[in-house]
Structure formats: C-alpha cells, structure tokens
C-alpha cells in the first residue's frame, strides 16, 4: 500500500473543509490509516484555507512533508500557486479555474498573476496541470458550494479506489437533501478527468 | 471500529466516555469545539462561562462535590484562570478534574506563543500530552484517574495541529458509567478546602510529596516509553513534534514522553545511556532540555531546532540535515520563478457591522485602544482604525490609563459583546470610579463570532439550547452608575458620527453600544447596489472600507455581487452618488 499525499488550498468559504473531511475518510474506507490537518480560525473570514491529508500504510505526521505531495488541489487559481514546494516531481495538480481576488488586488496595489504564469510555476513540479471549471460545474447545477465535491470526481479517477467507496462517503457526508445532487457534481467531476 | 475525529472531537468523546459530567469553558482558538461537541452527548451540563476563570472554578466546584469535571481552554486562556488552577493544586478535589489546555504555536489565531508547559512546573500540576486523536480521548480518562489517585487537577496539554487535526479513533458505542442514583452529600472539610494561610502552610507540604509520588508515577506509567532503535541517535519528544520527528529519524532510539511533568528521570538516565547522543524535539520553549541539562545530561535542543513557531516534518528535516544528523533526502530541482503571490489576509465580511463603526471612528480621527474579536480586523489597511490590542478586556483600561498620562487625543476603547461579558465589566467600573471620562464603544454583534457563533450571557442561549436571561449592557452599565448610555445601529452613520462626538465633548464616562447582528449568524443579506459606471470617477474612496466585494477596474469600481452582502455602507460613503442601491 503506497503512500499517498493531498494538500488542498482554497479560500475561507469554498467547502474546502468538507472536502477534505470527505478525502479522509474515503482513505479510511479504502483501508488507509489516514491523518488530516488543516487551520480554521479567521478561515471565515475570507482568508487562506489549507489541508493536508495523508494516506498510508502507517501515517506519522499529520503535515504532508514538502517535496513530497502527490496531489495538490487548489480550489482558488492563486492559492494553488502557492504550494508548488510541496509538491513532488511527477505528482499533479488539479485546479479550479477561478479566481478570488485579494484585498490588495481589489484595491489595485497588487497584480493577480495570469493563469499562464500560474500553470508555468506548477509545472516547475507537476507533470500535469488539470484545469477544472468546478466553480461552473457547480453552479450549473445549481449550488456552487459544491465545487469540492466537483474536484473530488475529478481526483478520484486519478487516484483509483472502488468508485462506489467516494459515493458511499459522499453520501453520508454531505446534508441528506443534497446527496442526489452531489452524486451528479461527483460524476460531473469525473467526466473532466474520465 | 475506527472513526476519524479531530482531537478536539475526541477530547470530548473522552470526557464523556470517562464520565465527566460537569465542564466548563471560554471559546478560544484552537479549544473551542471540545466544549462544542462535548455539551452534544446526552446526560452532561456543559456551559460557556463568561470567561475562563469561572469556568476554572465551575469545574472545582463540581469536583469538590465528588463529580467527574472538565474545563478546557486555549494557552492564554489560563492566564485568565491561573489563580483558581493554583489554588486547586493546593485543596485537591474529591473527584478527578481534568484541564484540557490548547497552545497555538505560530499562532495561528492568538497573541502569543507562550508554552503552557510552564504552567505545570509552575503552578506544580501534572501535566501529560497525547500526540494524535486516540490518546486525546484516552489521555481523558487518564487524567481523570491520576487526578484521584494523587488528589490534584491534571492538566492535558494540546496544540493546534493536534486539536484540528484528524486521526482515526476507536469508537465503541459503550457510554460511560451510571450517574450515581442518590445525589451525594457535600463533604464538609474546610482544613483542605479554605486556603488561608494557616491551611494552606499545611497544604504546601502536601503539594510538595505528592509531586515526588507522582515523579514515581512517571517512572513506571505506560505513558512513557522507549522505542528501541539504533544507539547511534536518541531522540526525545512529546506529543505532535514525535510524529515529525518519527518521519525524520526512522532509525533513531525514542524516548516517548507523553506525561510531561513531572519527568520520569530514572527512565531518561536508562535512556542516556543506551544512546551516544541525545536530541529534543520540542515546539517553543526548551522545557525538556532544560530539565535533562539540569540533570547533567549532555543534549541538544534549541541549537538545532528553532524556539519560535510551529514545527513540521519540513522544519525538523532541514534542521537535522544542517545539524549533521542526517543526510539530506534527494529533492527535486529548486523552484526558479519567483512570482508575486498576494497575500490573503483575513478581513471583516461583507455586511460586517464593525465596519461601519470603523469607517466612523477614522473619519473622527480618534485614537481606538482595541480588544480581541473579529473587530481587531480594523487595524488592517485599508481601515487602520485600531491602535493597541493586548489581550481580552484590555481595551478599556488601556484608554484610561492613556487618558490619565494626559495626551490631546480623543480615546475610545472598543470591544466586542462578549469580550465585554468576559472582561470588560470591571475596566468600566474602574473609569467610573477612578473619575476617568473614557468612552467605552461596545461593538454588540451578539454573538462569540471569531471563535465561531458560541452563545455568551448576552445571547438569551445556553451551549445545551436551553433559553437564558439576557444579561443586557445597557442595564449592566447603567446599574453600575453610567449616566451616558446611547445605543446606535453603526449603518446610521450619521447618527453614529453624532452620538460619537457628543460622547467625546463630554467630560463624563460614557458607553456607546453600537448594535448590528453578526450577519453570518442571522444571514441577514440584502441586493447588492450597482455602480453607474457613467458617474464614478474612480476616486477609490469606497474601497477605504475595505469591503472584498468592491474591484477597482480600470475605469471605475465594480461590486462583486456573489460576495456582497447589500450592506448599503459604501452606497454611504460615495461622494459622487455613483453606487447606486436596489
């Protein structure tokens, strides 16, 4: 059972959190041990969000080790641009193409780096960077909370495991009413990376 | 079967399968959902006290009375309770009483980085550390029977990436023990429980024996262990950093030290010597080292790894490789680009009602001693509306002792609802009885909001759902003698600005409670107004309020309307009229 690590960055209300928690025990359910970190705190307050999450046949440190993620995830264009050392060579990156603009971009005293500058830096690292259009996927079907779940249809064919272990977490992790929605984000998801 | 919680989830799952029944709390980062999830599990009384010291002695005093207690809290939150932890050391309980107590290395959501480990060397209270979501819920019941085996609080120590941290669980579905049928009968015994001096000379001694037995207790407890290794390298450590320092030093012999004080100190001599040479793995202060140099025990520690910050299995990696203690990991080929990555700052939330009062308070130019909440936000730029912040309940005192040194400024203090129910009743009182004229501005969003929505005495809700009395501040300052009470809705800001200056004219002590529902909490939302991109000349004054929402384009703003919350307050600040409401 090889190791596997994730880091997921995004912005304080993207559901960054849920998805993570989803990613974890889709590890458990594949018979991992598994360790999950992240900061809350000011998160709600539209700042920085990152987890790391592990997978393993024996899992120490809860903190994925620079150098060495094979997943990063980035709900936000910028904030996936600011884990590239994390990443190992050969590993990817799984991107949602959008763009959450910085305070200090809304007031016009910093530039947001262009999407091509952003795939450059990741590709120092990734063999591949996979753009997702989860904020759009979501939305079109009709709640864009649900861009982690997008994403995580898109990492689950690449990362393999029983498609049935994702739903089964997916459905008892997300409120009851939405399952069925979720279900469709999580297949949407899948599509882009299928 | 196995469950992932976090720790702090599992802290409490703890408390509840050993049989706490009582516990108390203040909500702080990274300790607030112990209490949270606890107060969920049936047949306990949770509550949120108004701050951390009540919580303290709510748990002694259920202790006391022969039931299993738990108070939880965050680093500086025992600053807060220190006196009542002191006190318990001396009496002793009837009943175990854990302290479950939160650092936050690097500070993530704090003030400081202080190492609660020194309060247990310091206030003479055990003190032991699990390292991942098993022993956080095991270490509970741990706690809970070293505290009535030695008669003595014990208290459990945490960090952030251990309190929200994930890490599978064994979850049985077995609940605790039976409550007892009979309510027990309070034990009368002043000699142990009245601390004046002539009591407490007699306790002294006690205090002083019992840390020796438990020094033995240490020596032969499974909580500290040796994981044998090569002789080459001995590694020391404790609670989270041991998992980093597994990862780095696969070979190594460890000493595990999961109860940190008092220290086994025949365990580490059998240790120093199966290893030629010793190294701590510690977070912030050398507490271990110190300890093992004292012992005369050659080691190295903070000399390798750094005192300041959080660790991770990076840091402790390049530390060991620069120390020569092991040989750098191939990696890949440095990052060449160096693109400029905006930082993302925490900010208030659209719709924020703090905003409005800041927008206020630096248009009047006043000097505003601050507090701890969402509000501290507003010393950020764009508002850079707050000047001093310390500590909760700080503000306040602060403002008088900076009217008293007699500058020309006008001083406000602010702070929040529930910081003011925690901390900022007897400052108030201080102004007023000390012939202050401070200003004291409440900024009333009713609710706990930066540790995350927990109800206070303000907020008419117990943690459990039961209704409350509202302990409103308004009537609190008006019964404690103030005169000068006005209450505003910050949105009017014209109203605000008014009420604001009149205060500051006056020569008596005075309150502004400025009211506005946290907006996350009531989801109050209202339709974005427009900009006409046809009169706004892009001055850039609405973006002075620093709303996220708000884009300067080219030409002109825009407004985000996904984010935008309709708070209407830059459609206010418009010198142009160009934001237009709907």
Known sequence: MKNIDFLMAGVGGQGTILASNILAEVGLQLGYDVKKAEVHGMAQRGGQVDSHIRWGEKVYSPLVEENNADYLIGFEMLEAARFPHFLKEKSLALVNDYRINPPLVNLGKANYPSKKEIEALLLERADKVLWVEGTGIAKDLGNPAMIGVVLLGALSNLVGGDKEAWLDVIGRMVPQKFVELNKKAFNAGREVSG | ?582
């Open chain 2, 1 to 582: 079967m196995k469950k992932l919680m976090t720790g702090n989830e599992a802290f409490a799952y703890g408390a509840y399968l050993h049989g706490v029944r009582v516990a108390a709390a203040y909500p702080g980062t990274p300790s607030s959902e112990i209490l949270a999830n606890y107060a969920n599990y049936p047949g306990v009384f949770a509550e949120w006290s108004p701050n951390e010291k009540v919580a303290l002695d709510v748990a002694i005093g259920a202790a006391y009375a022969g039931t299993r207690a738990m108070s939880t809290l965050k680093h500086v939150g025992l600053n807060v309770a220190a006196d009542s932890l002191f006190y318990a050391v001396y009496t002793g309980l009837k009943a175990g009483l854990v302290i479950v107590c939160a650092d936050d290395p690097n500070m993530h959501s704090s003030q400081n980085e202080q190492d609660n480990r020194n309060y247990a060397k310091f206030a003479k209270c055990p003190m032991i550390e699990p390292s991942d979501s098993e022993e956080a819920k095991q270490f509970v019941g741990v706690a809970l029977d070293m505290s009535e085996q030695f008669d003595t609080p014990v208290i459990v120590r945490s960090v952030t990436r251990l309190s929200h941290s994930s890490t599978p669980v064994n979850y049985t579905d077995e609940g605790p023990p039976p409550p007892p049928e009979e309510p027990p009968a309070y034990e009368r015994d002043p000699q142990k429980f009245v601390m004046v001096p002539a009591n407490a000379r007699r306790r002294h001694p006690v205090v002083e024996e019992r840390l020796k037995e438990l020094a033995e207790f240490a020596e032969t407890t499974p909580l500290n262990y040796i994981e044998p290794g090569s002789s080459k390298l001995g590694i020391v450590s404790a609670g989270v950093s041991y998992h980093y320092a597994r990862e780095v030093f696969p070979d190594a012999t460890f000493l595990k030290l999961c109860m940190v004080y008092p220290l086994p100190e025949k365990l580490i001599r059998e240790f120093a010597d199966q290893v030629e040479k010793i190294v701590v793995v510690e977070e912030l202060d050398p507490f271990l080292e110190e300890h093992l140099k004292l012992m005369g025990i050659e080691v190295h520690g903070k000399d390798i790894f750094p005192i300041l910050g959080e660790f991770s299995p990076s840091l402790v990696r390049s530390c060991a490789v620069k120390a020569g203690l092991i040989e750098a990991p191939p990696a890949p080929p440095e990052l060449k680009s160096d693109l400029d990555r905006p930082m993302r700052p925490p900010m208030l939330c659209p719709g924020c009602g703090h905003r409005a009062l800041f927008h206020v308070l630096r248009e009047e130019g006043v000097l505003v001693t601050g507090d701890i909440g969402c509000y501290t936000l507003a010393f950020a730029p764009p508002l850079n509306a707050m000047h001093t912040t310390g500590c909760m309940g700080a503000s306040i005192g602060v403002a008088h002792g900076i009217d008293k040194a007699g500058v020309k400024d006008d001083v406000v203090a602010v702070l929040g609802d529930s910081t003011f129910l925690h901390s900022g009743v007897h400052p108030v009182i201080d102004v007023l009885y000390n012939q202050g004229n401070t200003t004291t501005i409440i900024s009333d969003n009713n609710a706990t909001a930066m540790t995350g929505f927990q109800e206070h005495p303000g907020t008419g809700k117990t943690i459990q759902g039961h209704p409350a009395k509202v302990v409103d501040p308004e009537k609190l300052v008006r019964g404690i003698g103030y005169e000068k009470v006005d209450i505003c809705d910050p949105y009017d800001i014209d109203k605000m600005e008014k009420i604001l200056k009149d205060h500051l004219n006056s020569k008596e002590p005075s309150v502004i409670i400025a009211r506005h529902p946290c907006v996350l909490s009531t989801r109050e939302k209202h339709t974005p107004p427009e900009v006409d991109p046809e009169i706004c000349i892009n001055c850039g004054i609405c973006l002075d309020i620093g709303c996220s929402p708000l884009v300067q384009e080219e030409d002109h703003v825009r407004i985000d309307t996904l984010l935008c919350n309709g708070c209407g307050l830059c459609v206010k600040v418009c010198p142009q009229e160009a934001i237009i409401e709907r």
